[in-house]
């Protein structure tokens, strides 16, 4: 069974930086896309950043271009997403999920598996 458990979110204040993991299990993730999302109160789940298999390509939502970094490590079977220089607007659950098929892509539904998520919150 496709597991993904996200953990590393918590409170910081503005200016401040987090590290997100995403542990995969339950099959080889090593040839599929991952990606990031997030889910502010009262909004709709956004895309933030997505990679590639290989850790070749990546992808940024742009209103976290220039301060997150997506990376993986697909010996472990995982994928990180720093944040750097955080912001109020970044408070929202963060998801992991994984594609099945190649290629980067942006909206929920192209994703086929979701983690739990976990809570980011920025002060001000």
Not at 54 to 74: E, H, L, M, P, Q
């Amino acid at each position: 069974q496709v597991q993904l458990v996200e953990s590393g979110g918590g409170l910081v204040q503005a200016g401040g930086s987090l590290r997100l993991s995403c542990a995969a299990s339950g099959r080889t993730f090593s040839s599929n896309a991952m990606g990031w999302f997030r889910q502010a109160p009262g909004k709709e789940r956004e895309f933030v950043a997505a990679i590639a298999w290989n850790g070749d390509s990546t992808f940024y939502a742009n209103s976290v271009k220039g301060r997150f970094i997506i990376s993986r490590d697909n010996a472990k079977n995982t994928v990180d997403l720093q944040m750097n220089s955080l912001k109020p607007d970044d408070t929202a659950v963060y998801y992991c999920a994984v594609r099945f098929s190649a290629g980067l892509r942006v909206r929920v539904g192209e994703y086929d598996h979701w983690g739990q998520g976990t809570q980011v919150t920025v002060s001000s």
